[in-house]
């Protein structure tokens, strides 16, 4: 997965880094006293990259919570049912927490999402949380109540308490609020064992790097206890959320980046900050520029006015971190690239700060120019074509959002797609980048339909997003995300050629063996 597209046939490391690579000959020649490693013909890559993955709430939809996602549950009523046998089984007092899917409100047979009436039957004596996405949790009368919500709760910038037109009493629905209204947290031990275990499902399938996103102290301290005992197998590139994680000064200061990339330096490293400029479409909180369908005069919330957006960006580029911008709505986009754009043209491209989102859509040629010219990372999610991308075209319409995922448009312009998940445990297979691969080559959905054929990206491509180009969008590139020498020992062991595979049955693509530094990490029974 070099720039030349090299096919080799064998590779030498050491110190758990490649240090040659070529002719089955020629590598033994110079490897007197070295392990080999016979793999008998197995196709091998790099290891893979997702580069904005979220390991702490993967810990709590897989781990922590019980499943309520659409796979399992039909029906509110379902959904009921599975946390009131949660609830059975749990202390009084203890948070009862359920994880659903995107848009799972058009899915359950209701043709809505639960309110805290529904989650007062779950329990009266628990608090009670179902979370459809980060951005949509549900709350229970006691948990609204432990939390502090009444009549008078105000919204948080960019979020929203749904409340009853009638009476103005809370619906138990909240958006993009979870955070500000301080949300239950496990406990740093808990997390730190619940990703340990996380940690070995990416392994199972090929991921050796991750773009991790702590939205939560408790998320950023878990990794750091892991790192700091040894127990962290992923290399993980960090963007903790901004203030509710760090402050500004923080960045300034370096206090947290220079205190996490201590701890093991070849695994773990502090590259830049997380900000959300919106919410999320799927809440209805992301920032648009028109009215969302049927509320006429409501477009969203900006969370930060522009010129704090501008001196944000300024902030990370003076410290020489990325800034990674949560930007969904159409004005949220032209706001982070208003705000990437002020920035000196010589600095542009530069610290490659990065806008979360961009290139899922609203991508008109106006704005693929400005990220072109700002030298901004645009990094999409390819594995929302499966779960998530209908839900937009079916909200908002494609004469709003225009091309759904123009992936092929994106990388004919120069600007190539990073490979991530951005999973939070809505699907059991939403990490797996070889899903996501297909879905990037076959433009299909889990329901069957294809979305924008034309904008289908080749086999090759599918592998440059999780390898080089996943790399480069978390600066990683001298060290990662191809094998050439000089970079780490992080490689892949398929059982079939990507390349011979039909484009459908590359999400049957299975890992056999995963290594890490030269070290076997993963290994298929």
């Avoid at 990220?371 to 075209?393: C, D, E, K, R």
Wanted: charged share 25%; with cysteine.
């Amino acid at each position: 997965m070099d720039q030349a597209g090299t096919v080799a046939e064998a590779f030498r490391a050491e110190d758990g880094r490649i240090a040659a690579v070529g002719r089955t000959e020629e590598i033994l020649a110079g490897a007197a006293g070295a392990r080999v490693v016979d793999l008998a013909g197995a196709v091998v890559i790099p290891g893979l990259v997702d580069c904005h993955s979220h390991l702490e709430l993967l810990a709590y939809a897989w781990e922590l919570a019980a499943d309520c996602r659409s796979s399992r549950v039909s029906s509110v009523e379902e959904i009921v049912s599975v946390l009131a046998e949660r609830a059975g089984s749990t202390p009084a007092g203890e948070w009862i927490l359920g994880q659903g899917q995107h848009y799972q409100n058009l899915k359950l047979a209701e043709g809505r999402y639960p309110d805290r009436h529904d989650l007062d039957r779950v329990s009266t004596t628990h608090p009670v949380m179902y979370r459809a996405s980060y951005h949509i949790n549900v709350f229970n009368s006691l948990a609204l109540e432990l939390l502090g919500v009444d009549d008078d709760t105000p919204n948080a910038p960019g979020g929203r308490i749904e409340r009853d037109p009638d009476t103005g009493v809370a619906t138990g629905r909240t958006y993009d609020m979870f955070e500000p209204l301080g949300g239950p947290q496990p406990t740093v031990e808990e997390l730190a064992a619940a990703i340990r275990r996380v940690q070995e499902r990416y392994l199972a399938v090929g991921v050796t790097t991750v773009g991790d996103i702590p939205l939560h102290r408790e998320g950023l301290e878990a990794i750091a206890a892991l790192a700091a005992d040894g127990e962290l197998v992923l290399r993980a590139a960090l963007y903790p959320k901004l203030e509710a994680v760090l402050s500004a000064e923080d960045v300034r200061t370096g206090r947290t980046r220079d205190r996490i990339d201590a701890l093991d330096p070849d695994h773990l490293a502090m590259v830049g900050f997380k900000v959300f400029l919106d919410g999320g479409l799927t809440a209805g909180a992301a920032a648009l520029h028109g009215d969302y369908p049927g509320q006429p005069g409501y477009r969203g919330e900006l969370a930060f006015p522009d010129k704090e957006v501008a001196a944000l960006i300024a902030t990370a580029d003076e410290a020489g971190l990325q800034i990674a911008m949560h930007a969904i709505g159409d004005r949220a986009l032209d706001q982070a690239l208003d705000g990437a754009l002020a920035l000196p043209p010589e600095r542009h491209g530069v610290a490659r700060h990065r806008i979360e989102h961009a290139g899922n859509m609203f991508m008109t040629d106006e704005r693929i120019k400005r990220l072109a010219a700002s030298g901004v990372v645009p990094v999409p999610q390819p594995a929302f074509i499966m779960t998530t991308a209908a839900g937009y075209v079916a909200h908002l319409g494609t004469d709003r959002i225009g091309t759904v995922m123009p992936f092929r448009t994106l990388i004919d312009h120069g600007l190539p797609i990073p490979g991530n998940s951005d999973a939070i445990g809505i699907t059991a297979d939403q990490h797996d980048p070889f899903p996501a691969m297909q879905a990037a080559v076959t433009r299909r959905t889990n329901d069957g339909d294809v979305l924008a054929a034309q904008e289908a990206v080749t086999i090759e491509e599918a592998l440059r997003m999780y390898t080089e180009w996943s790399a480069f969008s978390i600066g990683w590139e001298d060290r990662i995300g191809s094998i050439e020498v000089g970079k780490f020992a992080d490689f892949v062991l398929l059982s079939a050629d990507p390349l011979e595979t039909e484009p459908t049955d590359l999400a049957a693509l299975t890992v056999t063996q995963t290594w890490i530094g030269a070290t076997l990490v993963f290994e298929r029974s």
